[in-house]
């Protein structure tokens, strides 16, 4: 095996924030804006 990074999202941490899911992606989201 192999070791990666990653993220872990928890509840916590995501109150508040904009659903970027309808832009495919972050840098998309970003491009938009």
């Known amino acids: 095996g192999r070791a ?3 993220f872990l999202c928890e ?3 995501i109150a508040g ?3 970027i ?3 495919g992606g972050w840098r ?3 491009a938009g804006r």
């Open 4 to 6: 990666v990074k990653g």
């Open 28 to 30: 998309a989201w970003l």
């Open 21 to 23: 899911t309808i832009h």
């Open 17 to 19: 924030a904009t659903d």
């Open 11 to 13: 509840p916590a941490s």
